[in-house]
């Protein structure tokens, strides 16, 4: 592909990007991947340079864009060599006109930077939230030790016990160590989230909002494949995916629960006051994993935002039925609001007077509210809210 015809890609993978955050389409890697599939011209330097021309736009660009053109005349703004693509020759976009419309830069949609301010993130801290994340791995303990793994490359210890640093794009799932299972590809940020639990062999742990297990893999890892783990989901397809990633880090079958929306006691009745500790890794806007997906600022509305927040109350509820006496409750979301962080806990101690919060000591992240948050700029992972919290004897 000519460099004219790698931009006028990125446009129209962009449109379709915006429109699919406008009608809760899929994610922009589905769809580059769909892309260039249907484009088997492109080389793997094509599709490098459009991948990384399409997301320079979307994280410089704060509000939804009204075309892929208009973000990507963004881009041209401030770079010479970018703007003189546009030369309308074969494949190319067309010259830019004086009266264009360019989309806005920003960190988010106006109502998002407010709420992130309000919740103390701004400035630098706001800005770190679109940067380029490194790659974690986890030490599965089960199989390995961080101190004695051989790896084709060194990596750099995290405050998480058994994390490792290698930089954005190092291919760790060709090493022969992730084929056998003794790493797991897992953010430090997640790493200490699990951690927090505090998982010991022999305990009844729940992950009540499990998804593929990549949390409840760590868990596992913990309790040293001894004891009762339940990993538990509303969502059949995630949970479906666990069993396969437990079989390769040698985990014993887990038991999963498939819950109903509203009723996720249902399925839990014998578990009922039994359970040593439960992590509830709730759905969330994820405004600390935009590293990833910046593009997920651009899908979120102040309407879902309420959803996810009434969503993660019942869950803590949910959990508090489940902890035994004297148990614990580790509360945890990939967002740096305030509303899905420490205003959930308050609202929760509220509701639970017999309950208290637990400090945390992790090694990272600075308290907030009756938890601890993690964030991009000061502990370099993705952005967290923990808490835990004791059941009354
Ligand atoms: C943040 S994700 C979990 C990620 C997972 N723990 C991991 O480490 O990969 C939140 C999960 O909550 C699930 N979920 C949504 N509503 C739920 C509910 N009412 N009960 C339990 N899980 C729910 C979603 O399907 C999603 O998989």
Same mark, same amino acid.
């Not at 693509?85 to 830069?105: K, M, N, Q, T, W």
């Given at each position: 592909? @000519? ?41 793997? #330097? ?26 990507? $005349? ?38 998002? @930077? ?17 940067? &380029? ?11 390995? &030790? ?57 305990? @009844? ?44 880090? #040698? ?77 614990? $409750? ?50 370099? @992972? ?12």
């Amino acid at each position: 592909m @000519t460099p004219q015809a790698r931009v006028q890609a990125a446009i129209e993978i962009l449109d379709a990007v915006i429109a699919a955050a406008r009608s809760g389409g899929p994610s922009a890697d589905r769809i580059i991947a769909d892309w260039f599939r249907t484009r088997r011209f492109a080389g793997s #330097g094509d599709r490098r340079a459009v991948r990384d021309l399409a997301y320079g736009a979307i994280r410089a660009c704060g509000e939804v864009p009204v075309s892929g053109r208009a973000a990507m $005349l963004h881009l041209a703004q401030d770079d010479a060599a970018l703007a003189a693509l546009f030369d309308g020759s074969r494949h190319a976009p067309l010259p830019i006109a004086p009266d264009e419309p360019v989309a806005a830069g920003g960190i988010a949609p106006a109502w998002l @930077t407010q709420r992130l301010a309000e919740s103390g993130i701004a400035g630098a801290a706001a800005a770190a939230l679109l940067a &380029r994340a490194p790659l974690d791995v986890r030490v599965n303990t089960l199989k390995a &030790r961080r101190d004695a793994l051989e790896l084709p490359l060194p990596g750099e210890p995290l405050a998480a016990p058994q994390g490792l640093r290698f930089a954005h794009g190092t291919p760790v799932e060709q090493w022969q160590a992730f084929k056998d299972g003794q790493i797991e590809v897992q953010d430090g940020g997640s790493q200490l989230a699990c951690a927090a639990v505090d998982a010991a062999p022999g305990e @009844t742990v729940i992950d009540l909002c499990a998804g593929a297990g990549g949390k409840t893999l760590a868990l596992a890892a913990d309790m040293a494949g001894k004891g009762r783990l339940i990993a538990c989901d509303t969502d059949r397809a995630r949970l479906s995916r666990l069993a396969p990633r437990a079989a390769r880090a #040698g985990v014993p079958p887990i038991d999963t629960r498939l819950l109903g929306p509203g009723r996720e006691l249902d399925a839990l009745v014998d578990l009922a006051g039994k359970a040593d500790a439960v992590l509830v890794d709730a759905p969330c806007s994820g405004t600390g994993t935009w590293r990833r997906n910046p593009e997920a600022r651009w899908r979120l509305t102040p309407h879902e935002l309420a959803r996810l927040t009434a969503i993660q109350s019942r869950l803590l509820d949910v959990a508090a039925v489940l902890v035994r006496p004297g148990g614990r $409750l580790v509360f945890v979301t990939c967002s740096l609001l305030d509303a899905e962080g420490a205003d959930q806990v308050a609202g929760f101690l509220a509701r639970h007077s017999a309950w208290q919060a637990v400090p945390l000591d992790l090694g990272a992240g600075t308290p907030r509210g009756h938890g601890l948050r993690l964030d991009p700029l000061q502990d370099t @992972t993705d952005g967290f809210f923990i808490a835990r919290l004791a059941a009354p004897w």
